[in-house]
């Protein structure tokens, strides 16, 4: 591909960046080959989104065509995500940062003739925890028939860094039959979808199972189920969770003149310089800075430099949030939980 123009080949190379007309049913991470050739790539890993805002269509007309668009827009683009709040209902677009969703947006209309209103963008937060605790969960209900009754107790731990979330079962003597394993395991794993600080999703936590009991009549798979939330929930109060920001990782290209004021403004948005390097009278900064502090950037780099400097921006990690800016995402957090 020549800009506009396009050159036909026979052959293309390892490196070469090419167009394949009338391939139907590939999306990013497929292997093309030759059909006697019986090989598949690794296919390339992503990171997690950071970013995410609700969006609606404006009429019904645009209702089914905004899920078309969507799947076919997530199918080809994997840091793309699209998932439905169970709680309003609303469909919830997730990607790489602010003008990644804005690209999203403005290919709808153009591509799919999808006209949308989009909320304010939301950071994804997690949440996770920092010392052992212990939970106990009871489901006890008693009706006129037959009722409910699931116990499960759970020492809470942190996972190693990345390792995500492990539910291990540790029972002895079948105080807890098999068969209760099971969902008591997804009870847990469904109480890290909300955390206890703002109702962030929980990563990096080990749960074991080691104890409970169980009725011989009453006990059923939904009151174990609903035991292991309840004993995940009481056992990460009591272990100092904490909620973590998505870290990007910042580049800025700038002119030598500018190069103050653009340091000055990254450590006003709680940033930290990794490194500085000169290149032909353009200074390239590079830092690392919380999201939170980074929507708008586009604009105000723009006036910090009369229209000079440019940016890159990736996700680089997860990091702890300062105490003072805690409690004021917990404020206007819509995800938190009620407090009692």
């Known amino acids: 591909m020549r800009a506009m123009d396009k050159e036909e080949i026979e052959v293309a190379y390892a490196g070469d960046i090419c167009a394949v007309i009338g391939i139907k049913d590939v999306i990013t991470g497929d292997t093309l080959c030759d059909e006697d050739f019986d090989i598949r790539l690794e296919p390339p890993t992503f990171p997690e989104t950071v970013i995410s805002m609700s969006i609606e269509p404006k009429s019904k007309v645009d209702q089914e065509k905004m899920g078309n668009a969507l799947a076919r827009l997530a199918a080809e683009d994997p840091t793309f995500r699209v998932s439905t709040d169970a709680e309003t209902g609303q469909t919830i677009i997730a990607g790489m940062g602010e003008l990644h969703l804005e690209i999203i947006r403005d290919r709808m209309l153009r591509e799919f003739k999808v006209e949308a209103e989009a909320g304010k963008p939301q950071i994804a937060y997690r949440e996770t925890i920092t010392k052992a605790s212990e939970g106990e969960g009871k489901f006890i209900r008693q009706t006129g028939g037959k009722g409910q009754y699931g116990h499960v107790c759970i020492k809470l731990e942190p996972n190693e860094k990345g390792k995500g979330n492990e539910v291990l079962n540790e029972i002895v003597g079948g105080v807890i039959p098999k068969e209760f394993i099971k969902p008591a395991t997804e009870g847990i794993l469904e109480g890290t979808n909300n955390?206890?600080?703002?109702?962030?999703?929980?990563?990096?936590?080990r749960a074991r199972i080691y104890d409970g009991s169980f009725h011989a009549v009453d006990s059923s798979e939904i009151a174990f189920k609903m035991a292991g939330i309840f004993a995940f929930k009481e056992a990460m109060k009591a272990a100092a969770p904490i909620l973590l920001e998505p870290i990007m990782k910042v580049e800025v290209t700038v002119p030598e003149e500018y190069q103050g004021d653009i340091m000055g403004d990254i450590n006003r948005r709680r940033g930290q310089i990794q490194g500085m390097e000169s290149r032909e009278g353009a200074c390239i900064v590079a830092a690392l800075?919380?999201?939170?502090?980074?929507?708008?950037?586009?604009t105000d780099i723009r006036s910090l430099s009369k229209g000079r400097a440019s940016y890159s921006m990736e996700p680089s990690h997860f990091d702890q949030v300062?105490?003072?800016?805690?409690?004021?995402?917990?404020?206007?957090?819509?995800r938190a939980p009620a407090r009692t």
């Open 195 to 205: 955390g206890t600080i703002a109702g962030y999703p929980v990563v990096d936590i």
């Open 289 to 298: 800075v919380p999201l939170e502090t980074m929507f708008g950037y586009a």
């Open 322 to 334: 300062p105490a003072q800016v805690l409690t004021r995402i917990v404020e206007t957090s819509t």
